[in-house]
């Protein structure tokens, strides 16, 4: 206690000579006005957050990613290396083995995606709040970690609120009169990273249902700008592009916005010409199996479009033949590559701020999952209002299988329903 004392800075306003009881049962205990400098609400100017001094680090490392745990064999070929290349050619061995797996998932099938995106879930949860933990661990406040999990599995679909309901009142059994804004700020932490990861992972699940491509052509947009933003920076970078990241620059984030576009805009038409990945995934009651087979919808149909005169000049094209998603892969690249990448500026904040390198060292030169996915939380967001917005609409294999799923009472009221109809509209004879 009194190492923690001498590391917080003073003890605050109020520990100096009294002597005396507190005027307050609320008043803060020492260990909480610690916690409150290492959370960096203690009132400290803007650019301390930079300064690496002892004082402000947590007792415990806050992260591991400093271990090297490069494989030996990739340690012994790249001896020799200066540092820059050796990390150069360490992250690309790695980018190559990820995408190569990523191929692989998406061979096996939908149902193996939806796993991933789960154990990624669950993955990304634990970095986060292994930081939280290990912050705070010193104060032994009871539950955290235990009512962490649990909430992380009560907020999952498949489980019911009122699981959720009990966690939040083993919450509120579980304050400690020392401890209640440390244990609040936990909480806090808890429900944000619920919001960020959960969340978002069950939108990745919606995309997929939507067909593969939904889930295929964003993920691979984020990892082609990420990439593509390293490359062109690696060998090209001079100027600075912000201050939470000083080794990204302007000329790796225009180099990868003009690279994942071309790259999303191709992509979508050798994705757009199987069913295989434009069929929403649906589920089979004959089989008790997931399905991908439809007619395709209209913007997985070719279309000729009319250029417009500046271009049909300078080309000497007057039209072109596009699939529609084409188009709409222009959009979503766009965002990957403009918007998206904010998402890894955030994540960049949020570990200057504990001062970390990365959320984990899982993985060799790119540090944990959650480092390789701050984007494609942001990315499925938006793809999912995109979907909404602008693409999901009545869909014949859906209403199909659902009519499949009703009573035969219940279809037969809706066949003599939509015979009606139709009669009225003249589109099927007359009864005699």
């Known amino acids: ?12 306003d109020g520990g100096g000579g009294g002597g005396g009881e ?35 680090t947590p007792d415990v490392p806050l992260s591991t990613a400093d271990t090297d745990n490069t494989p030996q064999c990739l340690n012994k070929a790249l001896e020799g290396l200066p540092p820059r290349w050796k990390n150069y050619w360490i992250r690309g061995v790695l980018s190559l083995a990820m995408i190569s797996g990523f191929f692989l998932i998406i061979f096996m099938g939908p ?4 796993f991933v995106v789960m154990g990624v879930q669950i993955k990304c949860f634990q970095e986060i709040i292994t930081i939280g933990y290990r912050v705070y661990h010193s104060y032994e406040l009871p539950w955290f970690r235990t009512l962490s999990w649990y909430f992380l599995i009560c907020v999952n679909y498949f489980i019911s609120f009122a699981l959720y309901l009990a966690g939040f009142c083993m919450f509120v059994l579980s304050l400690v009169k020392k401890h209640y804004r440390l244990q609040f700020y936990m909480f806090a932490w808890t429900h944000v990273t619920l919001l960020i990861v959960v969340t978002q992972s069950h939108l990745v699940i919606q995309n997929l249902f939507e067909g593969m491509i939904w889930f295929i052509v964003p993920i691979s947009i984020v990892i082609c700008n990420d990439i593509m933003a390293y490359l062109f920076g690696f060998f090209f970078g001079r100027t600075p592009l912000i201050k939470l990241s000083p080794k990204k620059t302007w000329e790796g984030f225009i180099g990868g916005f003009f690279s994942t576009v071309v790259f999303g805009f191709i992509l979508a038409y050798l994705l757009s010409q199987f069913q295989y990945f434009v069929c929403p995934v649906g589920f089979n009651s004959d089989t008790n199996g997931f399905t991908v087979e439809c007619e395709p919808s209209e913007i997985f149909v070719m279309h000729e479009y009319t250029l417009p005169a500046v271009i049909q000049n300078t080309l000497r094209w007057k039209t072109v033949t596009l699939y529609p998603f084409q188009i709409h892969s ?40 959650m480092d390789r996915f701050d984007c494609q939380y942001l990315m499925a967001t938006f793809t999912h209002v ?16 659902q009519l499949l799923m009703l009573q035969p009472e219940q279809q037969l009221g809706i066949f003599h329903t939509l015979h009606s109809h139709l009669r009225e509209r003249g589109m099927l004879p007359p009864a005699e």
């Open 1 to 12: 206690m009194t190492e923690l004392r001498k590391r917080g800075g003073g003890g605050g």
């Open 330 to 369: 222009i959009f979503l690249s766009s965002f990957g590559s403009l918007i998206g990448p904010f998402g890894g500026f955030f994540a960049s904040g949020f570990k200057r701020a504990f001062k970390i390198k990365d959320f984990a060292s899982t993985i060799p030169g790119h540090g944990g999952i």
């Open 22 to 56: 507190p005027d307050s049962t609320d008043n803060i205990s020492d260990k909480e006005a610690d916690g409150d400098d290492r959370l960096g609400l203690s009132g400290d100017a803007e650019g301390e957050c930079d300064v690496d001094s002892k004082a402000d």
């Open 386 to 401: 995109y979907i909404a917005s602008f693409i999901r609409g009545p869909n014949p294999s859906k209403v199909l299988q």
């Open 111 to 114: 149902v193996t995606l939806i």
